[in-house]
């Protein structure tokens, strides 16, 4: 079982916007520097935090980017000093790191290994609203799929996660450029129907999900047995834009 190293008292970091802020090598350095927790690649195949990752399918590629911390309320008091949050001691969690294009550290999402109320902690550690994950990875000639989640987000070449349902916040966040968006399969979630409704009418491609799959989300496809080029297929097919959009998602929420 691997103990928590400890992590050093970092001070709030920046995005590139404030990019004057950090013109010292010792800054630099700072801002590059990964989260000082054992990630996937630490952990041995039996520990529970990597039978999960394991069981999701999440390509090896991305262990590296996936931290466990047997206490995330001391992680986090480490990473933000001072911070109000109230969050049990003890509470073991995932925990996936989000940086700018740079790699500088933005902030960090926890997730739950076990049923919780809070099954998703996201802390952003700068003052810019900058959250999304992937933009280290992104290549922005390509087209770029949007997802909710980390997990779902390594799943697909060239992907982020908006970390909420609100996907289209990405088109403010990071400027607008050929996206996807991929909202999660929940019909009689509000929320993501009402986002959805105003993805479409800003113009964006969205993807409609059959009537006849019942999976969830991208990560729920992969478990049942879809491969990277069938889910690319899957997109390619369902993917709508304006008029055709709307009387798809008609269909959709019938």
């Known amino acids: 079982i691997f103990a928590e190293k400890n992590v050093g008292k970092k001070k709030n970091i920046f995005s590139e916007e404030s990019d004057e802020k950090f013109k010292t090598e010792t800054d ?88 919780h109320r809070l099954k998703y902690i996201t802390i952003n550690l700068t003052e810019t609203g900058l959250k999304i994950y992937g933009l280290n990875h992104c290549d922005s000639s390509k087209q770029i799929p949007v997802v909710e989640g980390p997990i779902d987000s390594m799943l697909l070449d060239n992907t982020l996660a908006m970390m909420d349902s609100a996907l289209y916040k990405v088109i403010e966040l990071f400027g607008d450029k050929d996206y996807l968006f991929i909202y999660d399969n929940e019909k009689r979630n509000k929320d993501v129907v009402r986002n959805m409704k105003k993805t479409i009418a800003m113009g964006q491609n969205i993807f409609i999900w059959p009537k006849n799959i019942s999976a969830k989300d991208i990560n729920d496809l992969v478990l049942e047995g879809y491969s990277e080029y069938q889910l690319r297929e899957l997109l390619k097919t369902r993917s709508f834009s304006g008029m055709r959009a709307e009387l798809e998602l008609a269909k959709w929420l019938m």
């Open 28 to 115: 630099s350095k700072l801002l590059k520097n990964k989260i000082n927790l054992p990630s996937m690649n630490d952990l041995p195949s039996e520990h529970y935090a990597k039978r999960e990752i394991l069981r999701r399918k999440i390509p090896q590629k991305y262990f590296g980017d996936i931290y466990y911390t047997m206490c995330f309320k001391t992680f986090l008091d480490e990473m933000m000093p001072g911070n109000d949050k109230k969050i049990p001691m003890a509470e073991k969690r995932l925990v996936f790191p989000f940086y700018n294009e740079k790699g500088w550290l933005l902030g960090f999402q926890g997730r739950a290994l076990t049923e």
